[in-house]
């Protein structure tokens, strides 16, 4: 059974930084593309970052140069290094991997940042 467990969020002051972390069970990953989405109060969620297999990543425009996603196909985990965290950067945050016709979630870590 896959399963993926997010940690690492919480409260941090506007200027702080979190590292989200995404550990993967179940299966190898190492095919997969992985990444991150997060979802506001009475929002839709939003992609926030994703990388593929061989490393490429990709980046909302809105946390372009400030968060960076890595991968490590070792430990079947994804991570999210989150600086310069913002207020509008609340959310709960959900690890996502996918490929191959499958689709896994996880069930999200809750970030608040307070101004």
């Known amino acids: 059974q896959v399963q993926l467990v997010e940690s690492g969020g919480g409260l941090v002051q506007a200027g702080g930084s979190l590292r989200l972390s995404c550990a993967a069970s179940?299966?190898?990953?190492?095919?997969?593309?992985m990444g991150w989405y997060r979802q506001a109060p009475g929002k839709q969620r939003e992609f926030v970052a994703r990388?593929?297999?061989?490393?490429?990543?990709n980046y909302a425009d809105s946390v372009k140069g400030r968060f960076t996603i890595s991968r490590d196909n070792a430990k079947n985990a994804v991570y999210l290094q989150m600086n310069t965290l913002k207020s509008e950067d609340t959310a709960v945050y959900y690890c996502?991997?996918?490929?191959?016709?499958?689709?896994?979630w996880g069930q999200g870590t809750q970030v608040t940042v307070s101004s």
């Open positions: 996502n991997i996918w490929g191959w016709g499958e689709d896994y």
């Open positions: 179940g299966r190898t990953f190492s095919r997969y593309a």
């Open positions: 990388i593929s297999s061989g490393g490429s990543t």
